[in-house]
C-alpha cells in the first residue's frame, strides 16, 4: 500500500490550494478514505471522509463549506479542494486509508500547508 500527497504550499489568507493523494498498491475504489492533518505542537485532526463510492462526504466543522472532499476511483487519487483558507488551517496535511468508519491503517507522508501573509 502506498499514499503519496501532493499540492501543498504557502498561500496567504483567503488563498485556495488543492491537495492530491495518490493511491497504489491496493483496490483504491473498495476503499473509504480520509484526509487528517496534525498542526505544530498538536495531535492528529481529522479534516475530511468520503465513502469508497464517492457519494457521501464528511467535514469537521471547522472546514465546512471551505473544503472539498472527492476522488477519482478511476485514477485511483483522492482529493482535497481548500478555499478560503486560513492560518489555523496551517498543518501537515495526511491521506488515510479507512478500513473501517473511523479507523486508519495506512496514511502517507504528508504535505504541508502554510497559510501566512
Known amino acids: 500500500v502506498q499514499l503519496v500527497e501532493s499540492g501543498g504550499g504557502m498561500v496567504q489568507p483567503g488563498g485556495s490550494l488543492r491537495l492530491s493523494c495518490a493511491a497504489s498498491?491496493?483496490?483504491?475504489?473498495?476503499?473509504?478514505m480520509n484526509w487528517v492533518r496534525q498542526a505544530p505542537g498538536k495531535g492528529p485532526e481529522w479534516v475530511s471522509a468520503i465513502k469508497s463510492g464517492g457519494f457521501s462526504t464528511y467535514y469537521t466543522d471547522s472546514v465546512k463549506g471551505r473544503f472539498t472532499i472527492s476522488r477519482d476511483n478511476a485514477k485511483n487519487t483522492l482529493y482535497l479542494q481548500m478555499n478560503s483558507l486560513k492560518p489555523e488551517d496551517t498543518a501537515l496535511y495526511y491521506c488515510?486509508?479507512?478500513?473501517?468508519?473511523?479507523?486508519?491503517?495506512?496514511w502517507g507522508q504528508g504535505t504541508q500547508v502554510t497559510v501566512s501573509s
Open positions: 488515510a486509508r479507512a478500513p473501517t468508519w473511523a479507523t486508519h491503517d495506512y
Open positions: 498498491g491496493f483496490t483504491f475504489s473498495s476503499y473509504d
